[in-house]
């Protein structure tokens, strides 16, 4: 891995890129179905956005890795922490996640000047939609769940990078449609605190309970769970 303050600058880009595109799943879902004349098709939508996030992920995991590892989710960058996979350290993380965390918000206020008046409506963040305790514990398990099958799928499951993408996008779609009447849910603190500071909440108490201390412990139990019942796929040494 590149050193802590390259990496850092890396995840910095890459939120920045990532949270600028993703805002705009919803709208381009939008598009596409009103496009194929789809958008009363309840089951539509959900198939158009997981093609969408298949399509993005691929193109981020190829950027990702031009960039030396970068991530722009500090809930997956803890999760595979506490598996015991990966070169980070306290103090890369100390430097990756506020680095991730204002590229974000630089991607948030970036997709506000960018998109027209007229859309506006059909971007954004994620937001508590029950009481905040609630919302944190919904929150906690949901980022739990997401990174727990990330580590599942990214350190055990298939060896096509296709089929590891294409499940992701899968479970991605069905936590953020099953957390939606919760917390959004954001499953990445970096994206919620982005959207926070776009609103002007991300200086608050609920905002840090809900969408920063709750994803780590949920991101920090799935690492440790997935080390207790999952041997780490052996490192590949290259021969000289």
Avoid at 71 to 81: L, M
Avoid at 113 to 125: R, T
Avoid at 191 to 196: D, E, L, N, S, T
């Amino acid at each position: 891995m590149k050193g802590p303050i390259k990496i850092a600058i890396a995840d910095m880009v890459i939120s920045f890129m990532w949270v600028f595109c993703s805002s705009a799943f919803g709208l381009l879902t939008y598009f596409i179905a009103t496009a194929a004349g789809v958008q009363t098709v309840r089951w539509a939508s959900i198939v158009i956005i997981t093609v969408v996030f298949f399509v993005f992920l691929s193109i981020f995991n190829i950027i990702g890795g031009f960039l030396g590892g970068a991530s722009f989710d500090p809930a997956a960058t803890t999760a595979f922490y506490a598996a015991g996979s990966g070169a980070d350290t306290l103090i890369s993380m100390a430097l990756r996640f506020p680095a991730q965390a204002a590229g974000a918000v630089g991607g948030a206020l970036a997709i506000m000047e960018a998109i027209p008046e007229q859309y506006k409506h059909m971007i954004g963040g994620p937001s508590v939609k029950v009481d905040t305790h609630t919302g944190a514990f919904a929150e906690g398990v949901l980022t739990f769940a997401i990174t727990f099958i990330v580590l599942l799928i990214m350190l055990r499951g298939p060896q096509s990078e296709i089929f590891k993408t294409w499940f992701l996008s899968i479970v991605i779609v069905a936590l953020v449609t099953f957390g939606s009447a919760y917390t959004g849910p954001s499953m990445n603190p970096a994206f919620a605190f982005g959207w926070a500071y776009v609103y002007n909440q991300h200086d608050t108490w609920d905002h840090f309970y809900v969408y920063w201390i709750c994803p780590f412990i949920g991101a920090t139990l799935a690492g440790w769970v997935f080390r207790q019942f999952f041997s780490l796929p052996p490192v590949k040494v290259k021969k000289t």
